[in-house]
């Protein structure tokens, strides 16, 4: 299997860049990164949710262009079926697929109230009752499947495409200092200590290219 590429943008900030590169991480790939840098127009537009697409990461394999989180998810689904990024049982990989998906195209008042950065931390932050709506969806969200898989990950003993897609929400809850019940809070832990998680935000610490327009708001 030929070695993949899967373009990026900022680690500080992208939530979508970690989702696609965690899932190759999941998937075992052999890939390299290349980094768009935060000042490419483009990439600002996506990061402050000017822009109504998100062309990256974008994964290149074989000849195969991927540019989508969801799209890249069930490409690697395919090609790597034995990396387990689906559960192997219907119902559950269903489930899954659905909050992935709820994931991936809504929780907007979140997405613009607690912006992801790895490089802040805001205690005491005030949530106003948009973003307090959504936390509490993404709460009965993994309540539920924790209740029915058995944890410690949202389908089970090992981790998902939801948990790839749920990871940078665990991100801003610890950078925003939201206040979460213990086993909601566990959770989270347990996503942020992951190691792929852990591995990115290190190098996210020693990023330079910052923007300015979301360090300053907060």
């Known amino acids: 299997m030929s070695r993949a590429i899967l373009t990026i943008s900022s680690r500080t900030y992208s939530s979508w860049s970690l989702r696609g590169w965690l899932l190759c991480k999941m998937a ?42 969801l799209a890249i998810a069930d490409y690697l689904a395919e090609i790597r079926p034995e990396a387990g990024l689906l559960p192997s049982d219907r119902a559950a990989r269903a489930h899954c697929r659905s909050i992935s998906g709820e994931m991936h195209q809504g929780f907007f008042n979140l997405r613009s109230a607690l912006p992801m950065n790895l490089q802040a931390r805001h205690l005491g932050f005030m949530i106003w009752q948009g973003a307090r709506h959504d936390i509490d969806r993404i709460v009965s969200i993994w309540r539920d499947c924790l209740a029915r898989y058995g944890g410690p990950f949202l389908f089970g003993p ?20 939201v206040a979460l ?30 923007l300015k327009e979301l360090d300053a708001e907060f």
């Open 28 to 69: 075992g790939i052999d890939f390299e990164v290349r980094t768009v840098p935060a000042d490419d127009p483009s990439v600002r537009a996506e990061l402050l949710m000017l822009s109504p697409s998100f062309l990256v990461p974008r994964l290149e394999h074989d000849g195969v262009v991927v540019w989508d989180v």
């Open 158 to 177: 090992t981790v998902s495409v939801a948990d790839a897609m749920f990871a940078p929400v665990c991100t801003r809850f610890h950078t925003y200092d």
């Open 181 to 210: 019940d213990a086993d909601m809070a566990g959770y989270a832990a347990t996503i942020r200590h992951w190691p792929p998680l852990m591995e990115w935000t290190l190098a996210a610490q020693s990023e330079k290219d910052q």
